[in-house]
């Protein structure tokens, strides 16, 4: 069981992080297929940008799941514990720095993982958060600033010193950005030298995949990203793997992974209705913090933002259509058995009907028609495992 403070997290895997990603539309599906904790997009601790519609987004919901974790970004401790503070009022119950963002629009400022290379200047950051909030303040960094400094376990160690509480690393230096493969030796570093629960994340996209980081590392817990988009489910499969259910009591419907089944295709729909309601009501909505009401872009812009979010999360979920039918052909293919027959056609088929969708649902400029199009493209085409059956 993970601890952070006064929270017992519900599982293992909890979902990383994402700016322009991690609204709170995603972070509700993502909680609801079994992410243990989800963490809001990375808020600046700027104080004259916080009435803008973007940080007033990143603020903490009241529909969020437990644990409600803000993140927050910067270089001037400061400014750092005065951002904490009013993400707490604000109604944030776990506040965490982001040290493992590699964008360069962040790291010329030296914020992000590029503080990794001032250690003194992350100490002053850390010590001021965590004396300015009466809640838990966790820590995500990267190895290191580059492949020769790797200094993730002497920031750990003093991370856990002034007090954070838990800590997420990403298997890859700042100079790595998103290149190469993670690597979990850091990570097991890490952990070796600290008593505080720590997350092993970098490239982890299977349940199985999951059960090696951990063997690895011996980390409490795996911090999933990427491999969340368009396949929030990723957690379910990973819960699954890591507690497998006994044989008879095991849901038919997981049982075939890569396939399309009808909870899938309700939780897309679902996903969708969620972003329209949450940016559409975005000016009254339920926020914690009354400076919604303040929100600087006007309802139909709202709406608009909407219909572009979702188009990415929708495209992301067609990829991973695509994806599983490819992989039923791939299966197909290596049965001789069946490798002529119809399945492969059919197979064939349904990827060119999915990436036709694709391209129509992107030139929708409506949220209802973008309901109504998904809601008729499900009910009309069969995803499922059973077009080869
Ligand atoms: C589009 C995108 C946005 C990200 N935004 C943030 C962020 O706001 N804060 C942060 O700490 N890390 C951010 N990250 C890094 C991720 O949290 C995570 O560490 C990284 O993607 C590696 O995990 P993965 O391989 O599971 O994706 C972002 C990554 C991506 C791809």
Redesign the pocket.
């Known amino acids: 069981m993970i601890n952070i403070g006064p929270y017992q997290l519900d599982g293992q895997a909890v979902l ?7 609204d709170q539309p995603f972070r509700q599906v993502c909680h609801r297929m079994g992410a243990a904790m989800v ?1 809001a ?2 808020s600046t601790s700027k104080a004259d940008l916080r009435q803008t519609s973007k940080s007033l987004l990143r603020l903490a919901d009241a529909a969020d799941s437990e644990p409600r974790v803000i ?1 927050i ?1 910067g270089t001037d401790p400061a400014e750092m514990a005065i951002a904490a503070r009013y993400h707490v009022d604000a109604g944030a119950q776990i506040v ?1 720095i ?6 360069k629009k962040v790291c010329k400022k030296l914020a ?1 993982s590029a503080l990794m290379k001032n250690p003194s200047l992350v100490a002053d950051i850390l010590k001021q958060v965590v004396d300015s909030v009466d809640v838990p303040v966790t820590l ?1 960094i ?1 190895t290191g600033w580059d492949l020769e400094n790797r200094n993730a376990v002497q920031i750990a160690r003093m991370a856990e010193d002034i007090g954070i509480q838990s800590l ?1 690393v ?1 298997g ?1 230096s700042r100079a790595c950005r ?1 290149n190469g493969l ?1 690597e979990y030796d850091t990570i097991a570093e890490v952990v070796a030298a600290v008593n505080i629960p720590v997350f092993a ?5 299977s349940g199985q995949n999951a059960q090696k980081v951990l063997n690895h590392t011996a980390a409490s817990g795996v ?6 988009q368009g396949r929030p489910w990723i957690f379910a499969e990973i819960n699954q793997y890591l507690n497998p259910l006994p044989k008879n009591a095991q849901k038919t419907s997981t049982n075939r992974p890569g396939c399309f089944t009808a909870w899938q295709k309700g939780l897309i729909i679902e996903h969708l209705e969620l972003i329209h309601d949450y940016y559409a009501r975005f000016e009254t909505q339920n926020l914690l913090h009354r400076v919604a009401k303040r929100s600087t872009i006007n309802k139909d812009q709202a709406i608009d933002l909407a219909v572009k979010i979702s188009r990415k999360h929708v495209c992301w979920y067609f990829n991973q259509m695509v994806q599983c039918a490819s992989n039923l052909m791939k299966e197909h293919t290596s049965d001789f058995s069946v490798a002529t027959s119809s399945c492969l056609v059919a197979e064939n088929q349904a990827i060119k009907t999915i990436e036709i969708a694709k391209k129509q649902f992107n030139t929708l400029l409506v949220a209802k028609d973008q309901l109504q199009f998904l809601k008729q493209f499900f009910s009309e085409t069969n995803l499922k495992g059973d077009i080869a059956a």
């Open positions: 990383a992080p994402m700016a322009g990603i991690t963490t997009e990375m993140q970004v965490d982001n040290m493992g963002c590699p964008a992000g995500k990267r997420a990403h890859r998103f993670a994340n970098g490239d982890i996209d911090m999933v990203g990427r491999a969340a």
